[in-house]
């Protein structure tokens, strides 16, 4: 099943400046904000995979958060789709965005399909009952994923690379036009995290989706992404594909001995042989 669709925009920052604002009592401002960057203008666009680096501590989650609306930009805007994030109603925003954050979900005793079926909450009407096209946009969703064969099990029996697969799912049964997924390989074994990021990056072409991932798998993200968004910590977001930024990328994470090849696209010990 592929979703029909007309020819989106993607993600857009304008000028965006994002951290924590400064705390206030009543009316008046009791400090300053924190920012941890500001001016940010890039753009992740259908059918690509945008990989978001960065060190510990410079500003992913955060700029995640106020890309998706649970966190107010401290200057400039978010457009998702020609849209100002800021402006569009919550209720509508879940019909074009799908996030899947760090944290693990307690699934209690739900079956894995009606884990995906959450999906479609932001679609249904008022009497939040699923027709037959929902079901079967949750059955496409389990299949494209590659968790049909999981759909009656128990989302509480599940490992943590088929969990964060049935998380996935349940992103896409919301039909978003962006997928933003906040370190989906933290609690995943090696080959569970080459297949989740190249399952993403498979999905964002083959479904015309803007899809922006966080990671720490830096060298598996440069070989599998499209484009890079990279944090250094200093306040910038540099952005370009994976070859252009492999420098800035060097600077960031350069620590002792370790050193970032721009040519490999990989990490080497200095002085080894």
Same mark, same amino acid.
């Given at each position: 099943?592929?979703?029909?669709?007309?020819?989106?925009?993607? $993600?857009a920052?304008?000028?965006?400046?994002? #951290?924590?604002?400064?705390?206030?009592s /009543?009316?008046?401002?009791?400090?300053t904000? &924190?920012?941890?960057?500001?001016?940010?203008?890039?753009?992740a666009?259908p %059918?690509?995979?945008? %990989?978001?680096?960065?060190?510990?501590?410079?500003?992913k989650?955060?700029?995640?958060?106020?890309?998706?609306?649970?966190?107010?930009?401290l200057a400039?805007?978010t457009?998702?789709?020609g849209?100002?994030?800021?402006?569009?109603?919550p209720?509508?925003?879940?019909?074009?965005?799908?996030?899947? $954050?760090?944290?693990?979900?307690?699934?209690?005793f739900?079956?894995?399909?009606?884990i995906?079926? *959450?999906?479609?909450?932001?679609?249904?009407g008022?009497? %939040?009952?699923?027709?037959?096209?929902?079901?079967?946009?949750?059955?496409?969703?389990?299949?494209?994923?590659?968790t049909?064969?999981?759909a /009656? &099990? *128990?989302?509480?029996?599940?490992?943590d690379? +088929?969990?964060?697969?049935?998380?996935? %799912?349940?992103?896409?049964?919301?039909?978003?036009?962006?997928?933003?997924?906040?370190?989906?390989?933290?609690?995943?074994?090696?080959?569970? &995290?080459?297949?989740l990021?190249? *399952?993403?990056?498979?999905?964002?072409?083959e +479904?015309?989706?803007?899809?922006?991932?966080?990671?720490?798998?830096?060298?598996?993200? $440069?070989? *599998?992404?499209?484009?890079?968004?990279?944090?250094?910590?200093?306040?910038?977001?540099?952005?370009?594909?994976?070859?252009?930024?492999a420098?800035?990328?060097?600077?960031?994470?350069d620590? #002792?001995?370790? &050193?970032?090849d721009?040519?490999?696209?990989?990490?080497?010990?200095? #002085?080894?042989?």
């Open positions: 099943m592929s979703v029909d669709r007309t020819p989106g925009t993607g $993600l920052l304008r000028d965006l400046s994002i #951290g924590y604002p400064a705390r206030r /009543g009316l008046r401002r009791t400090g904000d &924190r920012v941890l960057a500001e001016q940010l203008t890039a753009t666009l %059918a690509r995979l945008t %990989a978001l680096l960065g060190p510990n501590g410079s500003g989650s955060t700029l995640l958060r106020t890309v998706c609306g649970l966190q107010p930009a400039g805007r457009e998702i789709e849209r100002d994030v800021a402006d569009t109603p209720a509508r925003l879940a019909t074009s965005v799908a996030v899947v $954050l760090t944290e693990r979900v307690d699934p209690g739900l079956s894995v399909r009606e995906v079926a *959450l999906g479609r909450t932001p679609h249904l008022v009497s %939040a009952r699923m027709t037959a096209d929902d079901h079967a946009v949750v059955q496409w969703a389990l299949e494209v994923t590659g049909a064969a999981l /009656g &099990r *128990l989302g509480g029996e599940l490992s690379g +088929q969990r964060q697969r049935v998380m996935t %799912a349940r992103a896409l049964a919301q039909q978003p036009r962006l997928l933003i997924l906040d370190e989906p390989t933290s609690f995943l074994d090696v080959p569970s &995290r080459v297949e990021l190249d *399952l993403l990056a498979r999905l964002a072409r +479904q015309d989706l803007a899809v922006l991932v966080s990671t720490h798998e830096l060298e598996l993200a $440069l070989r *599998l992404a499209d484009e890079v968004w990279l944090l250094p910590g200093d306040g910038r977001l540099v952005t370009g594909p994976p070859g252009l930024v420098g800035e990328i060097g600077a960031a994470f620590r #002792g001995r370790l &050193r970032f721009a040519d490999s696209l990989q990490f080497t010990i200095a #002085g080894d042989k």
